[in-house]
C-alpha cells in the first residue's frame, strides 16, 4: 500500500479555523450535519439530564434520612422521585452519555474518518434523544410516574401514575435513538476506516463502541416492541401481559430483561474501552493483551444475551432456568477479569502520569472490581433470595452502573476535553474533585451493602416500623446520605472548574498526554474535516516515538519514527 | 464483473485506489458525499446501514413471534378454534399480492440499474398498487371482525346484537366451580351459582364432563341451532359467544391477532410512503446506473415486510 | 479496478448498461423466485386443510422458511451480496430463536402447574367487566 506517500506532517501547525468556530450562529448548530457538534449538543444534554437525575437521587437519599414519614414528602412523591431518578439516569443519561456525547465526537476522529456514515441520521437521532426527554417532561405534567424504571407489570399495566404512557412513549423513541446511534457506528467501523486501519490496528475504545453498537441495535428493538405492547396493555385491556385478563406478567419481565440486561452491558462496555485508553495512555505503555481486551468486548456482548433471566430468580422463573441461567452468568466474569487484569499488567512497570483522567480510570478498576465482585452472590440462586430487592442489589448496581460507568464517562471527558475544547482544566481542582467524589461515592453505596445484607429492601418510603433493626438502619441510611452530599459537592467541583477553564484555561496543545491514537494527530479543537489528507495509521499504543516538546508544551509524534516502530503490515 | 466490484471494495483496500485523487469522483458523481471516497464505499455503506436496521425489524417482531409462540403453546385449543374465524381466502390472496409486489420491486431494482426508467416507474407504480391492495383487504378482513365484536379485550365478549345478547343470557354457560360462580356477579352464572351455594366440593371430572348447564337442559346440538338461527343473517358461523366449544382466554388471540397484523400493517403504510416518494423521484428522472441505491434499499425494506408477511400468514391463517 | 471502467462509459443514456455498483439479477431468476413463492403459497394453503396432526405446523413453518429464504436470497440479492449482510440477516434471527428457545423453557416447566380454564382472578375480572363471557372450564 503506497498511501503512506500521502502522509501529513507529524503535527499539524495550528489550525486557523476548527469546527467550533467553522460556522457561527444557533442555526449553524441545530442544522449541523458535524458529528463533532452533535456529539457536544449530547454532552450538554446529556449532562443537563445528569444534573435533574443527581438532584432526584439527593431528594430520595435526603427522605432517607428519617425513618418515618416526613411533612414535605409523601410516599406517592418519594416513589416518583426515585423513579423519575433511575429513568432519567439509565435512559436519559448512561446509555447516550459515553457512546452518543464522547462516541459521536471520538469515534470518527478516532478511526481517521471524516465523519460518521450517515450524519443526517446522527443528527436525527439527537432530535430523537431531545424528543424522548420531552415526552418525560410531559409525564410529569401528566401525573409523574412511579412504576419504578423497570416498569413491571401488572403494576404499570392497571395501575401506576398518569403519566406511565408518556414516559412509555419518551423511553420508546429514546430507544430508536439509540438503535440509530447504533447503527451509525457499526456501518463507521465496518466501512469508513482509512488504509492501514485494520480491525487490530483500532483503539480498544472503537472496539468497545463496536460491541456496544451491536448490542444497540439487536437488544433495543424488544424495549420498543414491548414497552409498545405495555401502553396497548394499558389502553386497551388485551390480556397480553395484564394477568386480570389471562396475560402473563413474567413474560414481561422477560421481554423486559431480554433488552435492559444486555443494555447494562451497553452502559458499560464504552466505560471498559475508555478505561482501556486512559490506563494505557497515562502509563505511556503500549496495553497489555490488546487482542484479548478486544475480543473481551465482543464476549461480553454476545454472553449479554444469555444471562438476562438473573434478575428474575424470585419472580416464579422455572427452576430449570434459574440453574441455566445462573450459571451462564458466572461465565460474564470471564471477560470481565481478562480486561481488568490486562489493565493492571498495562499498569505494571508504566511511567504513570498521575493525572486526572488517570485517578478516575484507577478509581475505575477499584470500583468496577468491587462492583463485579458483590455480583457473585446476587448470581448465586440461594444467596439471591435473601438479597433480592434489598439494598444490596441497590448498591451493586449503583457500584457498576455509577461507580464504574459513570466514573469512566467523566475520566474520558477529563481525557478528551482538551481535544474537544481546545482548553486545559485545571487539574489540582480535578484531583480534588475526584477525589471528593471517590470517598463520596463510596461512603454512599459501600453502607448500602450492609444495609442489604441485613434486610432493608429497596425502594421503601419509611422503615421505621422493620422490627429491630430501625436503629441500625437509620445509621446506614445516614452515613450513605452523608455519602451523597460529599460526592454531589465533588460534581459541583468538577463542573464549576471544567465551565472555567472554558472561559479562562489555557490553550490545549494537539496532544497533552502523550497519546499515539489518531485523534491526538490532529489539532485540539479538531477541524471541520478532522483530517486535511488521510492520516498514516500507526500502532495506536506503541508509545515509543512520542516526545514532550517544550515549545509546544506538549507531545509530539514522531510520524516516521512511530510507522516504523509499529512493525509490519505497513 | 460484478465479482470486480465487489473484489475492489474489500475493507480498506477499496479505496486506496482512489484515496489520493478523492476529488475527481466527487466532482465526477455529484451524489458521492463528502466523507465517502468512492461511490462504492458509500453504496456498501448504505447497504450495510439498511441490513443492520433490518435486523433491528427482526428483532422487532421476533419479540413477537415470541408472544405468539408462548401464547400458542400454553393455549394451542384457543388458536385452533379463533383462526376459523379468519379468512383463508382473503389471507391467501393477501399473501399474492405481497410476493407480486415483491417481485415487481426486485425488477424495478434491476430497472434502476440498467437505466430503464419507465420500466421502473411502471415497477413502482405496480408495487405501490400492491401495498394499496393490501391494506384495502386488510380493511375489509378488519371491518368484518369488528362488525362480529372479534375484538381485542372485553369487548371480546360484548354480543353483536339484541339477538345475541338474548341467546347468551338465556341459555346460561356451564357452570365448572361452584365457589367460582358464587363469587361473580355474572348474572347469567350467578342464579346457577346461586343454587350450589350448600353443595359439597364435587370432584373435578365430574364438572368437566358435561358441556351443557347444571340442570342438563341446554344440548350442544340446540346451542348451535339456536346460534345459527339467530346469526344467519350475518355469517355462516356460529357467534363466538354462543359457540360452546369456545375456549377460555380466545381473546387473546385476538390482541396477538391484531397487534402482529397492525404492525405489520403500519410498516406496509410507510411502505407506502416511501415507494410513492420513490416513485416521483423516478418519474423525475433521478436514478440510473450510477445512482439507484434509494431504489435498491427501499426494495430491501420492502422485502422485509413481504418476509414478515409470509411467517405471519401460515401463523394465524393457517392453523389446522 | 472495474468502478473505473464502469466509470468510463457513464451509464446515462446507455440502455441496459451496467450498474456502477451493486448486482443485477437476471429477470429470469426475479420471475423464476416469484413463481415458486405462489407455488409455494398455494401448497401451504392446502396443506392447511389436510389433517396431518404433529406434522401441520412443521409444514406451514417450513414452507414459511423455504420462502423466506428465496425471497432474501433472490429478491434482496444475499446470493450475490457480503456474507457480512447475510450474517446480519442470520444472527438477527439466531437471537430471536434464543430468545423464543429460552422463553418456552421457561413457560414449558411452568404449564403442568397453570390451572386449565381461565384462572379464578380472569374468570372474576371477566365476570364483573364483561358479563357475556362465557364462564368456562377445559
Known amino acids: ?570 | 464483473m460484478s465479482h470486480a466490484t465487489h473484489a475492489d471494495s474489500h475493507g480498506h483496500d477499496g479505496h486506496d485506489g482512489h484515496g489520493h485523487d478523492p476529488h475527481g469522483l466527487h466532482a465526477k458523481y455529484p451524489f458521492l458525499a463528502h466523507h465517502f471516497d468512492t461511490p462504492n464505499q458509500q453504496f456498501e455503506s448504505g447497504k450495510l446501514g439498511m441490513w443492520a436496521f433490518l435486523a433491528t425489524e427482526v428483532l422487532f417482531f421476533g419479540a413477537l413471534f415470541v408472544m405468539y409462540a408462548v401464547m400458542r403453546f400454553t393455549d394451542p385449543e384457543v388458536f385452533s378454534f379463533a383462526s376459523r374465524y379468519l379468512d383463508t381466502i382473503l389471507g391467501g390472496i393477501n399473501t399474492c399480492v405481497l410476493i407480486l409486489s415483491s417481485l415487481t420491486m426486485a425488477i424495478g431494482v434491476r430497472a434502476a440499474q440498467t437505466n430503464k426508467k419507465g420500466l421502473l416507474v411502471t415497477c413502482l407504480a405496480l408495487t405501490l398498487a400492491g401495498a394499496i391492495g393490501f391494506l384495502v383487504i386488510k380493511y375489509f378482513e378488519y371491518t368484518h371482525k369488528f362488525h362480529l365484536n372479534l375484538k381485542w379485550g372485553e369487548a371480546f365478549y360484548q354480543p353483536v346484537d339484541e339477538a345475541e345478547a338474548q341467546l347468551v343470557k338465556t341459555e346460561p354457560a356451564p357452570v365448572a366451580n361452584p365457589v367460582l360462580a358464587i363469587a361473580s356477579p355474572n348474572p347469567s352464572a350467578g342464579a346457577a351459582g346461586a343454587e350450589l351455594v350448600s353443595l359439597p366440593p364435587v370432584d373435578r371430572t365430574a364438572i368437566a364432563a358435561p358441556k351443557a348447564g347444571p340442570d342438563g337442559v341446554v344440548s350442544i346440538e340446540s346451542l348451535k341451532e339456536k346460534a345459527a338461527a339467530a346469526a344467519s343473517h350475518a355469517h355462516e358461523e356460529i357467534p363466538h359467544l354462543v359457540d360452546p366449544g369456545l375456549p377460555p382466554n380466545t381473546h387473546r388471540f385476538f390482541a396477538i391477532y391484531y397487534i402482529m397484523t397492525g404492525l405489520h400493517g403500519i410498516h406496509v403504510l410507510i411502505g407506502v410512503g416511501v415507494i410513492g416518494w420513490l416513485l416521483v423521484m423516478a418519474m423525475r428522472g433521478r436514478f440510473n446506473s450510477n445512482y439507484y441505491a434509494p431504489v435498491d434499499f427501499v426494495g430491501l425494506y420492502w422485502h422485509v415486510v413481504d418476509l414478515v408477511w409470509i411467517f405471519l400468514f401460515p401463523l394465524f391463517y393457517l392453523i389446522h | 479496478m472495474s468502478s473505473h471502467s464502469h466509470a468510463a462509459h457513464d451509464g446515462h443514456g446507455h440502455g441496459g448498461g451496467h450498474p456502477l455498483v451493486g448486482h443485477l439479477v437476471p429477470y429470469s431468476t426475479l420471475f423464476a423466485t416469484g413463481a415458486a413463492l405462489l407455488v409455494l403459497t398455494v401448497i401451504t394453503v392446502a396443506v392447511r386443510y389436510v389433517d396431518l396432526g404433529e406434522a401441520n405446523i412443521y409444514i406451514a413453518i417450513g414452507v414459511a422458511v423455504v420462502k423466506a429464504t428465496l425471497v432474501s436470497l433472490f429478491f434482496m440479492h444475499l446470493r450475490w451480496d457480503r456474507p457480512f449482510n447475510l450474517m446480519v440477516l442470520v444472527g438477527s434471527m439466531l437471537f430471536v430463536i434464543l430468545m423464543m428457545v429460552f422463553c418456552m423453557m421457561d413457560v414449558g416447566q411452568n404449564e403442568p402447574t397453570v390451572a386449565p380454564g381461565n384462572a379464578p382472578l380472569v374468570q372474576t375480572y371477566l365476570d364483573s367487566n364483561a358479563p357475556f363471557a362465557p364462564v368456562t372450564s377445559k
Open chain 1, 1 to 570: 500500500m503506497t498511501t503512506l506517500d500521502a502522509r501529513p506532517d507529524a503535527i499539524p501547525a495550528e489550525a486557523p479555523d476548527n469546527y467550533l468556530t467553522f460556522r457561527r450562529g444557533v442555526l449553524s448548530w441545530i442544522f449541523t450535519l458535524d458529528h463533532k457538534r452533535i456529539g457536544v449538543m449530547y454532552l450538554f444534554a446529556v449532562l443537563a439530564s445528569f444534573f435533574v437525575g443527581g438532584v432526584m437521587a439527593l431528594l430520595v437519599r435526603t427522605k432517607l434520612l428519617f425513618p418515618g414519614e416526613v411533612e414535605w414528602m409523601t410516599a406517592e412523591q418519594y416513589n416518583k422521585a426515585f423513579t423519575l431518578h433511575g429513568a432519567i439516569m439509565v435512559f436519559l443519561v448512561i446509555i447516550p452519555s459515553i457512546p452518543a456525547a464522547l462516541g459521536n465526537f471520538i469515534l470518527p476522529v478516532m478511526l481517521g474518518a471524516k465523519d460518521v456514515a450517515f450524519p443526517r441520521l446522527n443528527l436525527f437521532s439527537f432530535y430523537l434523544w431531545l424528543l424522548g426527554a420531552a415526552c418525560a417532561v410531559w409525564s410529569l405534567l401528566a401525573g409523574g410516574f412511579d412504576t419504578g424504571w423497570t416498569f413491571y407489570t401488572p403494576y404499570s399495566s392497571q395501575f401506576g401514575a398518569g403519566g406511565t404512557i408518556p414516559v412509555l412513549i419518551g423511553v420508546f423513541i429514546l430507544g430508536f435513538s439509540s438503535i440509530f446511534t447504533g447503527i451509525n457506528f457499526v456501518v463507521t467501523i465496518h466501512k469508513l476506516r482509512p488504509p492501514g486501519m485494520t480491525w487490530f490496528r483500532m483503539p480498544l475504545f472503537l472496539w468497545a463502541l463496536y460491541a456496544t453498537a451491536l448490542i444497540q441495535v439487536l437488544a433495543t428493538p424488544v424495549l420498543g416492541i414491548t414497552l409498545a405492547l405495555l401502553v396497548v396493555e394499558r389502553l386497551f385491556n388485551i390480556g397480553i401481559f395484564n394477568p386480570s385478563m389471562g396475560g402473563d406478567p413474567v413474560l414481561f419481565q422477560h421481554f423486559f430483561w431480554f433488552y435492559s440486561h444486555p443494555a447494562v452491558y451497553i452502559m458499560i462496555l464504552p466505560g471498559m474501552g475508555i478505561i482501556s485508553e486512559i490506563i494505557a495512555v497515562h502509563s505511556h505503555r503500549h496495553i497489555f493483551g490488546q487482542k484479548f481486551i478486544a475480543f473481551s468486548s465482543i464476549a461480553i456482548a454476545i454472553f449479554s444475551f444469555l444471562v438476562w433471566g438473573h434478575h428474575m430468580f424470585t419472580s416464579g422463573q422455572s427452576p430449570l432456568m434459574n440453574v441455566l441461567f445462573s450459571a451462564i452468568t458466572f461465565s460474564v466474569a470471564i471477560p470481565s477479569a481478562v480486561k481488568v487484569f490486562n489493565w493492571l499488567a498495562t499498569l505494571y512497570k508504566g511511567s504513570i502520569s498521575l493525572n486526572t483522567a488517570m485517578w478516575y480510570g484507577l478509581a475505575f478498576i477499584f470500583l468496577f472490581t468491587i462492583g463485579g465482585l458483590t455480583g457473585i452472590p446476587l448470581a448465586v440462586l440461594s444467596t439471591d433470595i435473601h438479597l433480592h430487592d434489598t439494598y444490596f442489589v441497590v448498591a451493586h448496581f449503583h457500584y457498576v452502573m455509577m461507580g464504574s460507568a459513570l466514573i469512566a464517562m467523566i475520566g474520558g471527558l477529563h481525557h478528551w476535553w482538551p481535544k474537544m475544547f481546545g482548553v486545559m482544566f485545571n487539574e489540582t481542582w480535578g484531583k480534588i474533585g475526584c477525589a471528593l467524589v471517590f470517598v463520596g461515592f463510596n461512603l454512599t453505596f459501600f453502607t448500602q451493602f450492609m444495609l442489604g445484607s441485613q434486610g432493608m429492601p429497596r425502594r421503601y418510603y419509611s422503615y421505621d416500623q422493620i422490627e429491630g433493626m430501625a436503629e441500625a438502619f437509620k445509621m446506614y441510611h445516614h452515613i450513605s446520605t452523608g455519602g451523597s452530599y460529599i460526592m454531589a459537592l465533588g460534581f459541583v467541583i468538577t463542573g464549576i472548574y471544567l465551565i472555567h477553564s472554558l472561559v479562562a484555561g489555557r490553550k490545549a496543545p494537539a496532544n497533552p498526554w502523550g497519546g499515539a491514537s489518531l485523534e491526538w494527530q490532529c489539532s485540539s479543537p479538531p477541524p471541520h474535516d478532522n483530517f486535511s489528507t488521510t492520516p498514516a495509521v500507526g500502532d495506536c499504543y506503541d508509545f515509543s516515538a512520542v516526545r514532550w516538546d517544550e515549545s509546544k508544551q506538549g507531545y509530539v509524534v514522531d510520524t516516521e519514527a512511530h510507522i516504523a516502530a509499529s512493525g509490519k503490515g505497513h
